[in-house]
């Protein structure tokens, strides 16, 4: 358990170190959605209520750019290297690469949500008392879970040079018709009615109820556990798909 311990700490710092030797990568993932957040957001959060629902959603898209583009692009990338494959013959267990990026992704989604909330403080009517932290950041972890899946899933699935217009062609319509860059109800009457079944409008509503310390409708925790389980399936077909045709 020790040496698990140990060797859990290296794989943290060392992809983490990795991390932040891409300052260009860092830099635009925190700026991103806080530039988002000033330009949309801003302009609608005319009370501290509609602040902290925009602090929700953006806070969302946040969350939902790092843990997407971390495990699709990172693992599509990294999968046909040497380091990666030198690592898959030793005998070490899966968690040990699985639990480090997860870590890491939170971390930095943790930087980006704390960029957009920093904006809305300076440029809403929005207080710092109004968010009730650990529920919000429970919520955003929580909710983050099948996009990480789903991102894994992708990595395995595609490749290196696929994997970068693939994750954008999946977050920007997810973020913009799941209600994370308006309200939902300010959306098209055509994506509405395609809005109540995508699991970033359930990651939304799960957060907003966070937030707004409201009842959270099952149905929306329903449809985030059954994307979970979807992504979870897609996820595990593709990855022994890869190791059966890398390592058999």
């Known amino acids: 358990m020790v040496n698990y311990l140990r060797l859990l700490r290296i794989h943290i710092y060392t992809q983490l170190l990795e991390h932040f030797r891409q ?3 860092v830099v635009s993932t925190l700026i991103f959605p806080a530039m988002f957040f000033w330009f949309f957001g801003v302009p609608n959060a005319k009370t501290s209520d509609a ?3 925009l602090v929700g959603s953006f806070s969302c898209f946040a969350v939902l750019g790092v843990v997407l583009f971390q495990f699709s692009i990172g693992i599509a990338q990294e999968k046909n290297t040497p380091w990666s494959n030198y690592l898959s013959v030793l005998p070490l267990p899966d968690s040990l690469r699985l639990i480090p990026r997860i870590l890491n992704s939170f971390f930095i989604a943790g930087l980006s949500v704390l960029a957009v909330t920093a904006v809305a403080l300076i ?3 929005l207080n710092y008392s109004d968010i009730s932290g650990w529920s919000f950041m429970a919520a955003l972890a929580l909710g983050a879970i099948p996009f990480a899946l789903f991102g894994a899933g992708l990595g395995y699935a595609a490749n290196s040079k696929s994997i970068v217009p693939l994750a954008n062609l999946v977050y920007l319509p997810l973020s913009f018709a799941g209600g994370l860059w308006m309200p939902p109800q300010a ?3 055509s994506i509405q ?3 109540k079944y995508l699991p970033t ?3 939304g ?3 907003w109820a966070s937030l707004l310390k409201t009842p959270l409708n099952s149905e929306n925790i329903w449809g985030l556990t059954a994307y979970t389980a979807v992504f979870l399936i897609f996820a595990i077909f593709y990855f022994k798909k890869y190791q059966a045709q890398e390592f058999r």
């Open 123 to 125: 440029s809403t009517p």
């Open 193 to 195: 009615e395609i809005s």
């Open 187 to 189: 959306l098209p009457a």
């Open 23 to 25: 300052p260009m990568y």
């Open 51 to 53: 602040a902290l629902l």
């Open 201 to 203: 409008r359930f990651f």
């Open 205 to 207: 509503e799960f957060v």
